[in-house]
């Protein structure tokens, strides 16, 4: 029985706070939103209900999950998280995709009675509402239990549920669920004041001396002018590789570090649709 899989979804404590970089405008977007979260009542009292339905508009290999993580963690101990794969709702039988739908958004209900908040997360949510998609039976079946989901829980304003979702193009959603997200957040790649921060962070993480005194950060914020979040790790991966591998007695130079970078940015670019890949 293939939907056996599916009869189970594990909400966890997000016990560790990531560590992210973003710009002034979204920080203070995201900040607000966890002290709503966290000061739900004071804001009720003003009528203010907290946001059921929050999508993040991001380029590709930006740091969308990370993101929905670090709200779950920086919220009260009274939350948890869960993240959904889109495999687990759309199946290849109407009524399997329908059940899932059902089963995820029942799910969510029990657990909200065990905790004050249940964050749930879709990557590429696109995949279940986009504007291109239900053009057969499979897709419009589900489509239609989840957005009968969405409005029960808008009507009812079903304390406790917050449902985040992400997506590299947001004209690529179906208005007739975009215009249900109570809350959207978006971001663009690094600014050069952002980037240079990035740099940064990550040579921070190095436990040993390994790096020269005398970077030139400008000229490596410079090179890096195209890159999204998640470039920086991988290309630190690749500095710090080609430095162990080497077994040489030196520090790494600037030099080093950008012929890193165009073996990185390849790396990138295959692992990304080349549709999505913006640079």
Known sequence: ???????????????????????EKL???VKKFIDRINNEQSYANLWLD????VILFWPSWTWKTSLAKYIAAKTNEK?????VLIDKIKWKYVWESEKAVRLLFESMRQEV?????????????????SSWEGKDDVD???????????????????KGIIFIGTTNHISNISKAYLR????????????????KELIKLYLSMSSEDIFEQKLDYDLLVEKTD??????????????????????????????????????????????????????
């Not at 907290?50 to 339905?53: A, E, T």
């Not at 590789?241 to 600037?254: D, H, L, M, P, R």
């Open 1 to 23: 029985d293939n939907t056996n899989s599916k009869d189970k979804y594990d909400f966890v404590k997000i016990k560790y706070t990531p560590k992210l970089i973003l710009e």
């Open 27 to 29: 920080e203070k977007e």
């Open 50 to 53: 907290l946001p059921r339905w």
């Open 79 to 83: 939350v948890v998280f869960l993240e």
């Open 113 to 129: 009675q065990k905790w004050k908040i249940v964050i749930s997360f879709i990557d590429e949510i696109d995949w279940l509402i």
């Open 140 to 158: 419009a079946g589900m489509r239609s239990v989840l957005l009968s989901e969405m409005e029960w829980i808008n009507e009812n304003k079903n």
């Open 180 to 195: 249900r997200f109570d809350k959207q957040m978006e971001e663009k790649l690094p600014s050069k004041d952002k980037r």
């Open 226 to 279: 195209w890159t999204p979040h998640s470039f920086y790790k991988i290309w630190f991966e690749h500095i710090i590789e080609e430095y162990v591998y080497s077994k040489q007695e030196w520090k790494i130079t600037t030099k080093n570090m950008i012929e890193q970078i165009n073996i990185s940015k390849t790396e990138i670019e295959e692992k990304a649709n080349p549709m999505w890949f913006i640079h």
